[in-house]
């Protein structure tokens, strides 16, 4: 009999998510702000992923990641706190390149794209009704994102109370970060094998 | 000669009426007033309230009511008349329930418009109990999830002088109808407080003078009329001068950051934003519905091996 395992990062991240949202102060300070990351303040392109603007948008983000979250490290694959890091970096960094007009920038659902991907591409690898479902899932996951992209609009945003606009490229970078990930590590893979 | 004697008798009798009306020139004022202090500050407690520094979490969640009228001994409400005060009644110039609903709404429209507010809590007058103080606002800040309040009280006073006489020439000669001259002051005044700290931000008054002239048998309606429209000038001069004041609150913060912290919210940064759009990234209702199905797979299959 096999024990469950904690997932230890999930907790974590929507812990801080959660800590940052009560306390706005915290909020102001790690928000993405263009100008403040002109200005040197550069640890806004990793943590504005963590603020969120309302209940609503936190509360929508935070299920999603902790479905994501422990399945992924209940299943126990590995890597998943390099694909949190790797990923919020890469978003931040591709909306301050892509996203010239876009000022301010909040919210966890980048980062769960990119953690739905990464689950759904290393339960491809394995056997039975999972694995087709995981790939329904991504397929589902990149359709979405890529309609998303094409149309410039959120699918069917339910936060509309809010004064905030959708950022679909933050899902798209999402799922390219995982992608990148889980390529790297297959073909690393026969390396570290080797190495060990 | 019975006809000269009748005649005599007849301006005689106008005469008399003359120097009735002469001499019967009278006045009366009649004053409903609601005070901030009364509630804020009663006799019955402790009167020194130290306040704390301010932090003020934008946007604001802000709720505007109406002080309550300090009441006597019997629990009514007071109302003080002197004078000559006929039909006193039927002029009473008590706001009603609507009526202050009214202006907090027109109130409440004006403050709407800024950025830093959230949302505006119109708060009915059962709320707040005669003399209630700090206390009293504590527990509706927890009831309505609050950070500032506008508290309104108001003055109103109608002097009513019987100077004034009309005269219609009629088949029997001049009917004098005795009339009435009626000024109507009436002051709103609005003060904002932080609640927490119980630091009062800034205040506005509002004034209004409605001179107006009456008949005496039209004199309630008259009188109800005209504090009526000097609540709504008021209200509007209010409103102006709520608006200076903010112009010059706003500057006060800028110039005395050590008496008022203010904090600015992602949601409030992102609805200010001058420079640019703010974004969010977010999961949608699709994106939910796929993920939630798949976390019930997992949780089947799990329990299934």
Redesign the interface.
Known sequence: MTATRLPVWTLVIAACALIIFYF??L??LL?Y???AISHGEIWRLLSG?L????IA?LL??L??WL??G??IE?HGYRFFPVLCFSSSLL?GIA?FIL?P??????????V??AA?TY?CLQGMSEK???RW??AA?LA??IA?TVIEMITGS??????SE??????PL??LVGIVAALLLYLFLRITSPLRRFTR | MKRSSISIFIALVILLFYAALMSGCASGTTKHATSVVDYLFPKTKDPVVTPGIPVLTLPLRVGIAFVPAATGKDGRESRTSSGFTPFQGGGDLSLTEKRKTDLMQEVARNFKKYPFVKNIEIIPSAYLTPGGSFANLDQIRTMLELDVIVLLSYDQVQFTDQTLSFTYWTMAGPLVVPAQKNDTHTMLDAVVYDIQSRKMLFRAPGTSLINGSSMLVDQSQELRADGDKGFSEAAQSMIINLNEQLALFKEKLKERPEEYKVVQTPTYIARTSSSGRGGGGSVDNVMLMLFVGLGVCFLWIKGRS
């Open positions: 706005p102060q909020g102001t928000i702000d263009r100008a992923n603020v969120h603007f309302s948008h929508y983000n299920i999603a479905i994501a422990t399945i209940i978003i909306l996203e007009e876009l000022y301010l920038y909040a919210g966890l659902s980048g769960v794209s739905v689950l039975g009704v999972w479902l995981c899932t589902g996951l979405k959120s699918f069917m945003l339910q936060i809010e004064n905030f606009v959708p950022v933050s899902h």
